[in-house]
Nanobody, 127 residues
């Protein structure tokens, strides 16, 4: 059973930085998509950033372009999200997600493209 475990969330002031990590267990696809999503209570889960494991293509939501960087370490089977210049509107529960096989990227930001999900890690940005 594939397991995704997030870590690295926390509370920061606006303008600060955080790096989220996702450890993947039993996830052996070599051409597939992984990504980070976020969700506020009462709102839809939205895609933040995705990466294709095989060709390393990335895709970012417009709201985070230039501030967030997604990184996949294939040797460690981990996924990271480096977040800089954080804003109060970035406050949400952040989820790591992974798909089954996908031949090539870029990977979509839609949640229905992903088959495996972590439990989430909370990010809170205060003004």
């Amino acid at each position: 059973q594939v397991q995704l475990v997030e870590s690295g969330g926390g509370s920061v002031q606006a303008g600060g930085s955080l790096t989220l990590s996702c450890a993947a267990s039993l996830y052996t696809y070599t051409r597939a998509c992984m990504g980070w999503f976020r969700q506020d209570p009462g709102k839809e889960r939205e895609g933040v950033a995705t990466v294709h494991i095989g060709d390393a293509s990335t895709n970012y939501a417009d709201s985070v372009k230039g501030r967030f960087t997604i990184f996949r370490d294939n040797t460690k089977n981990t996924l990271s999200l480096q977040m800089t210049d954080l804003r109060p509107e970035d406050t949400a529960m952040y989820f790591c997600a992974a798909s089954r096989a996908r031949s090539s990227g870029p990977c979509g930001l839609g949640k229905f493209n992903y088959n495996y999900w972590g439990q989430g890690t909370q990010v809170t940005v205060s003004s």
